[in-house]
Each structure stands twice: as C-alpha cells, then as structure tokens.
C-alpha cells in the first residue's frame, strides 16, 4: 500500500506522529553469522546458533513412576519428591512430604489451580504475568546449558514461561529442558517452565532458522510453501508431526503461526503467512492447532498461541509497528477487518487455539468504518496498541467467543506500547491487565506488577485471573506430573525417516510452475532423460543476505555485497554437489559459454528489522548482479527459480527467463525433481505478483488481490500473457485442476 501521507487525509495529529519519525534504516538481517544489536524485549536477540549432531551432552538422572491404569505418569529430578498414598504416586512439588490440593492429579484442573493461586505471594504471581527470552549457554564444554548466571529470570524473577530461540539438536533441546524443570523444581512451590519457541521446522529470515540436517527437527517449506501446495490435509501432517518433535524436545507452547493475512505486498512478514485468501489461512490455522494441540488440549499437546489480533496484514507502506513509523492499522476499506482479517482467528478460535497474541499496532481512526461497537461518540477506536486495547480484546472475547487466554507480544507492554508511550512503565502493565490481558512478553520486570498492584491501579484479582488461565494450562499439559523429557526420544523423533520423507514431499508440491516456454518447438521443461542427452547445464546462485542491524550506511552495504557474495558461491558449489550425486545424468558445466541451457537461483532478502520495506529485485535485497542475471537468460534458455518470501517486483527477471519456477524455501534436490518430471508441478501462487513498483503505490493494502475493492490493474503479466494471480500454476500436465485462479469461488460471496 501506498504511504498512508499520500492516500489518505490524514489528522493534524497522526501525520505528525509519522512524519516526524526518522528512523535509521540498514538494508538487511543477516542470514551469515549472528545478528547483532537486537531489542530483546522487541521479540528477537539474533543469537540463535548451529545445530551440530547430539553427544549426550547435559543429560541428567531422572526418577519415574510409569504411567498405568488410573495412575499418571510422575517424573522427578529428586526422589525424595516423589509421594505415595493410597497405592498411587504423585509428584511433590514444593517438597513437604505431604499432599497439596494442587500437586492431586486426581482433582479437577480448576480446583488444583484455585489452590496453588491461595498459596502464592503477591510476588510468585507477578512473576507468572511474564514470559521472556532465555538463552541457555549454547555450546557449554561441561554441557551445563542452564547455571546460576543466566537463569536469574526463573530464581530472581520467578518467571515461568521462557522463550528458547536457538537452533540446537533435538537432544540438547531436550536436556536443556530438563536442566530448567530441574531447577524449578528446587525451588517454592516447584511449579515448573513452559518452553515457548517461535516456529522452527522451516527457513527464516528474522525468527528461528533451521536447515536440513540431522538430529534437528523435519524440515519443511515455509507457511508460503505450504499455502502454496494447497494440501490442507497435509498441513495437519505437518503439525501433528511438528507436535510429536517439539513434545519430545520439551517445548510446549508455540508463539505462531500467524493467521494473518498478507494484504499489502511491501510487509516484510509475508514471509511467516499462509498468503492473501483469508479461507486458505484460516483453514490452514484450524489444522495448525488441531496438529499440535489435538482436539483438546492434553498431556501429549503442544498449545498454540496464534498472531496477531486482529491481523497485522493491513499496513501502510508496508511498515510493522515493530517501529514507531508502522505503529498502526489502517483499514482503507469499509468492513475489511471483518471480512478479511478476522475470519482465520475465527477458525482459529474454531479449533480451541489456547491463546491469542494481538499486535503491537493500534486501530487508526482514520480507517473506514469497520462496523464494530464505537470507543466513543466521536471516535471508532481506542488509539492504543491491540494489547492494551480493552475494545478489541472485549471484541475477541464476546464478539468471537474466545476462551483462553491473551499473550502480548514481545514489548508491546513496553517500549513499544504504541498510543501509551507516555505513561509510566506501572501505568503500561496495568492498562494491559485491565484491558484483558493475561501473560506479558518481553522483559522480566514483574516488580511492575506489584507496584500497579501496591498503588490501586490494578486489583490483585485480575493478576489471580490471568495465572489462573497460565497454571490451567501448565497443568492440562501434564508439566505439574512429568515436566522432563527423553532426550534419545526427542533424537528419534527428529530423524524418523517416514516423516522426513514427507516433509520431502511437502517442498515438491510448493514448487510453482509459472512459465515454461518452448524452445524449438518443444516444453523446455520437464528436462527428461531424452533431453538431458543433449544438454550442458550451468548453474549459478544469487542468494541475498542481510546485515546485521547495527550495521549503517557504507558499512551495512559492503556486508551486503561481501556476503552475499559469499553465500551466492556457496550455494552454487552445495548445487553442483547436490545435482552430481542426485542427477548425475545431467552433464554440468563451469561457463554459459559451454552451456546449452541454464539454471539460475535467485533468492532476494528482506529482513523486518530493516523498517525499510521494499520488494525490488536489486542491491537492496541482496541480489546486486541482477545485469548477470539477464546476460545469462540471453545467452542460452536459462530456467530461473525464484525464492518467494515477498511478492517481489519480477519486471527484470521475468521477460528473458525461459521458465521460470517460484519457490518458498524449498530444497533445490526438490526443484529438480519437479524439473526433470520426476514429479509433476502442482504448487499455486499464494499471493498475486504485482504489476511493478506503480501497481505497488496503487494497491489498497487492507484487502487481498482478488478483491472487487483492490486496484484492478495490481497483476502482474508475463510475457506471453498469463497474468500471475493468486492461484496461478502450471503442470506438465494438460488438466490444471485445483485452487481457483485470479479469484477463489469463495470470494464471489464477499460483498
């Protein structure tokens, strides 16, 4: 969407509040070497690590009564605090030999948690009000990967919830779990620590970035890949595979996935969605949390926290409110939110998703009506971020029927409590309890809490009403019985070869066919055995990365071309090997002027913490030889993949390409496959591509491409006139049955 200072009459006050915020840009986040310089409380620290293979590592002892008829399973790093009475065991969580009313399984959930709340100090509350990143020591010699140091937020602040963001092995996930139940379980009342990661079984630019490689978790496309191959079924797999490895490992609780819909094409967290049709997401989010928490949650779920309320798709010139200069939701369009941002929560809600994380951003009153109660007589909104915003939060309760709990995101109670920015840090933390949220993300600053307590600005029963929902969960999990894991569990489940080999299948049906020409009066693709005879393929990389964000100016640029130099040569080194052991019938070459055809990769980065939204195909994003490229396509028929995280300005690169295939993180042994015709083209565009940088400042930004309300003339199309709609893909085939193309039949009943 174009500047809002450019489409919309603006209030005297907001237009100040944007156009007076000039914030240093870089160009991009790294995917080489670690990021530096990121607000932890902001959601990200940048220092996430490599896997390498499990050792065994930090392994403790644990003592276990095995689950039977009538008897849970109990698990404990102390014997001592194992109690038996009346021929059943239990777990004695805060170690006085007798049983508590919140430590008897037997009991129902809501009785268990009404008593440990009537024994808990103002400040063991305070502390169950926040969730905050731990980072364990990420390679510790002695395999301590919890200690004294770096666990304060747990014995200090007697936090709970912690979000693990590295990208270790399954099995010193494991024990790095295992270290932290142990610890809690030494100290007051023993209530144990539920590990929250972001997603982690795909690429990613900004968030938890995996790859391929052994005793890590399945490794599949990304959620643009998935939406990509269309196979809702199949996402359910995933999630109920996904749920088997993060159980395992000990993570109980996912900050994802988002159920927002990518409206405006410049946000740089399109990357994270499940695309622009709002029923593809919401039936995507509805198998998400099905997969991983099952029908209700349960002893073996992982709970879902799904983001963010109520959509963080409509933005204005593509800025997240991560930043000041995005702190808003613009809805341009009459009745958008709840026609096409709300309904993936709903189905969502649908599900029994456990949480909800709304946005940073606040409702701009200089949106359309949007039909929902009015704040005031003369306003629709309430200008304060999602999270401190008790309409909307009264909106996802009564108006949706959502029974769990709010979970803001990282700083969003903080610095970056957008419209209450000038309040104190107490007045912050009570305005958000009272607005209805339950657990506050980012920071560890639970002496906040008790002083809005302390001072009558917020009532200690609206805290006991929050840790309410929190230890109600802990204890469906079953973490109040058996909070350990096994790491030679978590092990097998990260190399189970039948779901690897569906995460496989999952990457072959995102690859998109979006254009294959003839050449000399034959398809180009697919390259079967009776071609490839004849074909002398060279291959080359153009892989963008980022840089670290307290990079600047010539500094932040010379990384750019530096590194991405780097990985550009590195991923078309890692190709050659990958075709020479995969495909050795295909004859490689090392220059165009030997090759009779070609096959060029392209990647493009953008990062979110650049706050520099942009989807060229250029130096900004990595690829600075676009010319080389082109040289290459003229020279010989030149198949160009492109990687989708955006949908990318594809006005250079399409014209001369002589097919051109769109991939979302997807393996490249996966691409040839679909080149070769081992296995047919199915993925559909999940996104419409735009027309070029005009459509871009054109398109409206709150409602997808197919909409009747977008600008008629966003779509992009190719050089032999196929316009690249949603839902757009080719095959090998002659029937292309499937997704709707351009607009799903679904959206004929939007009015």
Known sequence: MASLSKQIRKSSKLRKKLLATALTLSLLAPVIGPQAGFADDQGYTGEEGEATPYTGRGAITTYKIAKAEGQPEIEVATQERILEIDDKYFRDANGNKSLDGYEDWRKPVSDRVANLVGQMSLEQKAGLMYINTHTPEADPADGKFVTANNSKIVTDKKLRHVIYRLSQNLGDIANYNNQMQQLAEGLDLGIPVVITSNPRN???????????????????????????????????????????????????????????????????RIEETFGEDPKVVGDMNYEIVRGFQGETLGNDSVAITVKHFPGGGARDDGQDPHFENGSFNIYPTEGSMEKYHIPPFMRAIEAGVASVMPYYAYPSNDSADQGLDLYSEIEQFEEVGMTLNEGIIRYLREGLGFKGYINSDSGAVAGSAWGYMDKTPVEKVAKAVNAGTNIISGGATPELVIEAVNSGLLKEAKVDESITYT???????????????NPAEAIAAANNEENRALAYEAHQKSVVLMRNDKIKGKKLLPLTEEKVEDIKLYVEGFVGVAAPRNLKGEEAAKYVADNSALQSAGFTADLKVTLTDKFPNIELVDSVEEATHAYVYVKPTQSNWDNNPRIDINETTGVSDVKRIVEIQKTVPTITALNFTN????????????ALIGTFGTLQEAVFEVLTGEFNPVGKLPFAIPASAKAVEKEVGDVPSFAPEEYKHFTYKNKIGDKYEFGFGLSYKKENKGKAVGKPDHAENKK
């Open 647 to 658: 949908q990318w300005l594809i006005n250079e690169l399409e014209p001369n390409a002589a």
């Open 471 to 485: 230890l109600s969960e802990m204890m469906t999990l079953g973490l109040f019985e058996d909070p350990f894991v």
């Open 202 to 268: 795909s690429a990613s630019t900004d968030y938890t970035n995996i790859t391929n490689v052994q005793d890590q978790h399945t490794f599949w496309p990304g959620t643009l890949g998935l939406a990509a191959a269309g196979d809702v079924e199949a996402v359910g797999e995933f999630a109920e595979i996904a749920r088997q490895e993060w159980r395992a490992a000990g993570i109980r609780k996912v900050y994802g996935y988002m159920a927002d819909v990518a409206t405006d094409p410049l946000w740089a």
